[in-house]
């Protein structure tokens, strides 16, 4: 048995159907199409978010395991779907550029060169890593528009054909008018905005919750770009004394002092601060900064320059 506003509803679109092409079933045919995108869009970026968090996930892995900045670009590794490996062959190929001079690629793939880039060419190299992010991040953005156009023009879509049923309905019945005359009209109005609700719904809820993901990941993507960038500096960059001393430990050899003097007097050093010259070591096999207490960090730079 058909509920009461059930039957209603149905007597009601069937009225507002049965109105002129424009703009009743234009409207009718316009949130139909606005539902169908926005369904579109929410399953898409639905399994591309997933996707390019375990892309991601398999492509940084990767990253921690190499010895070098260049080798997953020289092996042509690349994680399909991964905004990581958008990011990273940014960089890489600039990297690969001005460590070739500009000139071919070798026979083997291996770039021959580490440790002699400047301070410039480490510049342009951040820049490219910026516009791999800004690339990544334009691909996990697209098709918030289309989201947009739904649940912002699906109530202003359904509020047109209301209305439109609505004077349609007086012009046609005149002056003696009732509520019985009137209820198919009403009815026709009011299912006309039901539906535009309902296509507009899921668009807001799927836009706050894909908005909340698609931040997530360019945070995630933000910190790898940041860590990214001090591994290619550290393998990358050509070194100066100050370098050396804060990353390696390797402290110069002072006026009136031989090089057996300093190297006997840093190796006592290094066993008692072997620990914290380890973790400042490991800076070059991983792409992130590895977590050393401050004031730690501080007394073993001042031992070895001391």
């Not at 550029?97 to 410039?120: E, N, R």
């Not at 912002?152 to 047109?160: D, M, Q, S, T, Y």
């Not at 990353?247 to 006026?255: D, E, I, M, S």
Request: charged content about 20%.
């Amino acid at each position: 048995m058909m509920l009461p506003f059930t039957a209603l509803g149905s007597v009601g679109l069937s009225y507002a159907l049965e109105q002129d092409v424009f703009p009743v079933r234009f409207v009718m045919w316009g949130l139909f199409m606005l539902s169908l995108l926005s369904w579109a869009v929410i399953v898409s970026k639905s399994i591309t978010l997933l996707r390019s968090r375990s892309s991601d996930a398999a492509f940084v892995s990767k990253v921690r395991v190499s010895k070098r900045p260049l080798d997953l670009y020289e092996a042509d590794e690349e994680g399909p779907e991964s905004p990581a490996s958008t990011l990273y062959r940014k960089g890489a190929r600039e990297a690969t550029y001005h460590l070739l001079k500009g000139g071919p690629a070798p026979a083997d793939g291996k770039v021959k060169g580490s440790a002699c880039l400047s301070q410039g060419q480490m510049r342009l190299i951040q820049e490219a890593f910026l516009r791999g992010e800004d690339e990544a991040a334009l691909k996990l953005r697209s098709g918030f528009s289309i989201l947009n156009a739904a649940y912002i023009g699906a109530p202003f879509l359904g509020l047109l054909g209301a209305l439109w049923v609505l004077m349609s309905a007086f012009s046609s019945v005149g002056e003696g008018a009732d509520l019985i005359q009137l209820s198919p009209a009403v009815s026709g109005a009011l299912g006309i905005l039901v539906t535009a609700v309902l296509v507009a719904t899921p668009a807001v809820f799927a836009q706050i919750i894909l908005h909340a993901v698609g931040r997530e990941r360019l945070k995630v993507l933000g910190d790898f770009r940041v860590g990214l960038s001090r591994w290619f500096e550290y393998g990358l960059a050509a070194k100066t004394v100050a370098h050396d001393a804060e990353y390696q430990g390797f402290p110069t050899t002072a006026p009136g002092e031989s090089a057996a003097d300093v190297t006997g007097v840093a190796r006592r050093k290094r066993r008692q601060l072997g620990p914290i010259f380890d973790r400042m070591e490991d800076s070059h096999h991983s792409y992130s900064e590895p977590e050393i207490n401050p004031i730690a960090r501080q007394t073993a730079l001042q031992s070895v320059q001391a």
